[in-house]
């Protein structure tokens, strides 16, 4: 296996505010690190691809100014919720997916952080 | 856009009983069917995953299926058991593709009955 690390794991902050979570992948390289958002009881919704030394790929209706992604290093992707506001809380994790040039038999798999509780009050 | 349909969205089984979801998919590019299993509050651990050039996956009490020609693919969980209760998604990814995301199906809450 692989593992991915997320920090902080919960976080609450006043409207308007600016939020970053922190992505790492802590046993190998992930050249391709994931965002997703989850509201209670619902399934994970993709945000953005993040891509080490590259600007991240977002998804449809995911605004690239409210979400900012850095991927400055192959074990380390950031997300920074800028002016959060109430509807911003929910849980965000991220994933990791191991790069190629590490010769492993599982670059498809992508492994998941523990996640990040944001609560914007 | 790519889309993955899961069904149904709640299961519950009696202890020892087989459990089955289903989950069909529109990019026929998708070649990477991985299956995640999330507890309550905790990240999604791959249970299992399957890849496009094989029909059949097993590991221990877990088999997928895949059938490339209907886009379908399906988790089994046989001789269920109090800590198979979660929620499980299943998902398509192009795999080795630079678009490699991974789509999610919208979940199945599995309850396992004493």
């Known amino acids: 296996g692989a593992v991915v690390s997320q920090h902080p794991s919960w976080v609450i902050c006043k409207s308007g505010t600016s939020v970053k979570i922190e992505c790492r992948s802590l046993d190998f390289q992930a050249t391709t690190m994931f965002w997703y958002r989850q509201f209670p009881k619902q399934s994970l919704m993709l945000m953005a691809t993040s891509n080490e030394g590259s600007k991240a790929t977002y998804e449809q209706g995911v605004e690239k100014d409210k979400f900012l992604i850095n991927h400055a290093s192959l074990t380390l992707s950031t997300l920074t919720v800028t002016s959060a506001h109430p509807e911003d809380s929910s849980f965000y994790i991220c994933?990791?997916?191991?790069?190629?040039?590490?010769?492993?038999?599982?670059?498809?798999?992508?492994?998941f952080g523990p996640g990040t509780r944001l609560t914007v009050l | 856009g790519e889309n993955v349909e899961q069904h149904p969205s709640t299961l519950s089984v009696q202890e020892g009983d087989s459990a089955v979801i289903k989950c069909t998919y529109s990019?026929?590019?998708?070649?990477?069917f991985p299956w995640y299993k999330q507890e309550l509050g905790k990240r999604p651990q791959l249970i299992i995953d399957i890849r496009s050039n094989v029909g059949e996956k097993k590991d221990q009490r877990i088999a997928v299926t895949l059938n490339k020609t209907a886009k379908h693919f399906s988790l089994h969980i046989t001789e269920t058991q109090p800590e198979d209760s979660a929620v499980y998604f299943c998902?398509?990814?192009?795999?080795?593709?630079?678009?490699?995301?991974?789509?999610f199906g919208s979940g199945t809450r599995l309850s396992i009955r004493p």
């Open positions: 990019d026929s590019a998708s070649n990477y």
């Open positions: 998902a398509a990814s192009r795999g080795y593709s630079s678009a490699s995301k991974i789509i």
């Open positions: 994933s990791a997916r191991v790069s190629w040039a590490s010769g492993r038999a599982d670059t498809d798999t992508q492994y």
